[in-house]
């Protein structure tokens, strides 16, 4: 079965560091996502990704953060300068979207840990 | 933009028993609504979901229903076992032109209890 592939699975950083994130989202799939999720909280929305370029994004999808589809296959979520609050885990989600209402498919995560 | 929210955010069972879980949302144009099931320290998964064209759907011992006047929408588990105990996210959607961006309940932690 297809499945979104995220790594790391784990990434400890310090603070005003700069990190990358990566997916590689299903291979048919046209349009990826990055959602995070704060320990013991709900699950945001932070961007969406279609046809190389963010077609919508999130309050907390500031200048700090970047997406970048940099070949056929990788989709990334780059922080530049980390902050104590960046720590979560980060969710990388794809679908194919024929049609408004299709599954979107969720990567395993990956934990950002800001020290 | 979309506002959901979700009742209980905790729920104790008997292994056996029904779970029921209920969110609301408050834009009306919202037209799919999944249901995700997150275990410790992995993705959500969808579970089941359910258009806005229709009001209830089943899947084994798992339906959902909607209320599109009132804007509610129900998970329902039956037989419940000790499996089924993880946290439950529901969420809403609404096609924009760049997506199907997912708005996301507080969850509920679900324990079946044996």
């Known amino acids: 079965e297809p499945e979104v592939t995220q790594t790391p699975s784990h990434q400890v950083t310090q603070m005003g560091q700069e990190v990358i994130l990566r997916c590689v989202p299903i291979s048919n799939h046209l349009y990826f996502y990055w959602y995070r999720q704060i320990l013991g909280q709900k699950v945001e929305f932070l961007v969406s990704f279609y046809n190389n370029e963010i077609s919508e994004k999130s309050e907390i999808f500031d200048d700090q953060f970047s997406v970048e589809r940099p070949d056929g296959s990788n989709f990334t979520l780059k922080i530049r300068s980390t902050k104590l609050e960046d720590s979560a885990m980060y969710f990388c989600a794809s679908n194919i979207l024929y049609r408004a209402d299709t599954e979107a498919f969720f990567g395993q995560g990956t934990r950002l840990t800001v020290v | 933009g979309e506002n959901v929210e979700q009742h209980p955010s905790t729920l104790s069972v008997q292994e056996g028993d029904s779970a029921v879980i209920k969110c609301t949302y408050s834009?009306?144009?919202?037209?799919?609504f999944p249901w995700y099931k997150q275990e410790l320290g992995k993705g959500p998964q969808l579970i089941i979901d359910i258009r806005s064209n229709v009001g209830e759907k089943k899947d084994q011992r798992i339906a959902v229903t909607l209320n599109k006047t009132a804007k509610h929408f129900s998970l329902h588990i039956t037989e419940t076992q000790p499996e089924d105990s993880a946290v439950y996210f529901c969420?809403?959607?609404?096609?924009?032109?760049?997506?199907?961006?997912?708005?996301f309940g507080t969850g509920t932690q679900l324990k079946v209890e044996l």
């Open positions: 969420a809403a959607s609404i096609l924009t032109g760049g997506g199907n961006k997912l708005t």
């Open positions: 834009d009306s144009a919202s037209n799919y």
